[in-house]
Structures are given as C-alpha cells and as structure tokens.
C-alpha cells in the first residue's frame, strides 16, 4: 500500500487522541519518560513537520525542540501537509535529505512516529487508541527491521515481555521498550 494512504490512515486515528487533549492533561506523565504529554505534543508535531522537509529531500533539524504554543490547530493542518508531502511523486524514493536512508524507510520512520506516539498519548490521557490493521502490519515490520538501530540511537528502548494475552499491537509497543499496558 502506497506510503501516503498509510500515513493518512494513521493520520485518521490519531486526529482524535489530539483533539481530546485538555489543558488538563498536558503535564501528565507519558510512556515516553523523557515526556510530558505537553513535550511529546511538540515532539511529535515536529517530527511531522521536519518529516515533511525530508519527503522533500530537504535536509530536516531534529537538533531541538520547539514549542508549538497552538498545537491543537496545527496538528491537523501539518498532519494534512506530510500525508501530501509524502503522496508527491519521487517522495518515497532514493535518499531523503539528511537522514541520508531510503526514503522509503523514512517515510516509513514518520508513519511510526505518528502511530507509536498517538498510542503514546492516548494512554498518558486515558484513552483508547487501537491503530487502522494496515498501518499495524507496516509498523511492525519497521520495528522489527529497524530495533536494533534503532535502541543504538535511543530511539527504542530493549524490548520488554508482552503479556501472554497481548493485542499484536500491544506486541508491537512491547518490542519498542514501551510497557503495552502502561498508564499513568
């Protein structure tokens, strides 16, 4: 399934994980330790905005983190803006920008991104969040293929022992470090 359709599915369910953040709950703890709810709200948007710059062959900064004082309009609009980025003919080939890999697998790390850490968000606010069946099979495979790199660059944590009765989304999250039934 092309890359695009992909990232517009996990797109599709993350939408309404962002739009049921309260004010609330920005300083929630999140399975990321590292985040808040409110600091792994401008992580995310800025990989979706710097994902867009690679699909691009753009070079992209992850180098900080901005503040992204108006998130709940610009998660949408910058959502909407790398499912196109990446729909764009040539976007998912040869070598995108600084990140110097195949675009296909950094189209591929973005679709990841917007999965893992709508997931992420989700549980830090007590929601549901269960991602589309396609996006699954294509997020899994990337954390098999990408783990161990991955855990070298402290993007992945070790995998953790998924519970006997596991969703193979919860198997997923288990493989990236993250504890599937975690909550705050």
Known sequence: MKL???????RDHALPVIAD??????????????YDVRALLDHLLHVVVEFQKLAVKQD????????YPDWRAQFPVETAKLVEAWGQPG??????????????????????DLTIHASD???????????????LAEVAGLVAQMGPM?????V?????????????????????????????
Do not use: Y
């Open 4 to 10: 695009s359709v992909l990232l517009d599915r996990a």
């Open 21 to 34: 953040i309260g004010d609330d709950d920005l300083t929630k703890p999140t399975p990321c330790a590292d």
């Open 60 to 67: 992209a900064d992850f180098s900080h983190t901005p503040s």
């Open 91 to 112: 976007a998912d080939e040869g070598i995108a920008g600084s990140m110097n890999m195949p675009a296909q697998t950094v189209g591929g790390l973005a679709l990841l």
């Open 121 to 135: 968000l989700a549980q830090a606010t007590g929601q549901r969040f269960e991602p589309d069946t396609e996006v």
């Open 150 to 154: 991955a855990q070298e660059w402290n």
């Open 156 to 184: 992945f944590k070790a995998p953790v022992e998924a519970p006997a009765d596991a969703s193979p989304f919860e198997r997923v999250l288990a493989d990236t470090g993250r504890n599937p039934r975690w909550s705050a």
